[in-house]
């Protein structure tokens, strides 16, 4: 009696399981809003922006805000930059005397509710991120370039960005 017992408590979950799995087929709601079927070719392929433009059009975004100053009423011993490492590292070599310097993000202490801080000198640190957008159809392409260094001290400028000459400019910011 005890075996039938222990082989019922292994082979029921074993059953009860594949009852559930058999019934593939959806519960029907009569409340259920009915789509019509939208066919294949229906949706437009995302645009999109070769990765290389991206990097150069982020390279343009930094260097506009770069060129602000920020940081200059406060104490930022640092800036990070949110980039994949190409361009922090572009950024790092043609920026390479900049005060504050630009550090490379494990240098960052990012803590809930603190403003950032340099984990070198424990001390305000400014981050700087650029959000590129989809191609527009006149070929500009706009982004928020955003600075950040705590709560009360953050911002943001709207860029259009466009090629011109064969190299991405800064063709208005808001």
């Not at 979950?13 to 009915?34: N, R």
């Not at 200059?72 to 390479?96: C, R």
Request: contains cysteine.
């Amino acid at each position: 009696m005890k075996t039938k017992i222990q082989f019922l408590a292994a082979v029921v979950p074993f059953l009860m399981a594949a009852g559930c799995a058999t019934d593939h087929e959806p519960v029907y709601f009569a409340s259920a809003a009915k789509l019509p079927a939208t066919p294949p070719d229906a949706y437009a392929p995302a645009k999109g922006l070769p990765k290389a433009d991206e990097r150069r059009i982020q390279m343009v975004v930094f260097g506009y805000l770069l060129d602000r100053h920020f940081w200059d009423d406060a104490n930022h011993t640092a800036i990070f930059v949110q980039a994949d490492d190409e361009v922090v590292g572009d950024l790092m070599k043609k920026y390479a005397s900049h005060v504050p310097p630009i550090k490379e993000s494990y240098h960052i202490d990012l803590r809930s509710n603190q403003s950032p801080r340099d984990r070198d000198t424990g001390k305000p640190v400014m981050i700087l991120g650029a959000e590129v957008g989809e191609p527009n159809p006149d070929g500009s392409v706009d982004v928020i370039g955003r600075w950040y260094a705590g709560g009360a001290v953050q911002g943001f400028y709207t860029f259009s960005i466009k090629m011109t000459g064969g190299d991405w400019a800064v063709a208005s910011v808001k």
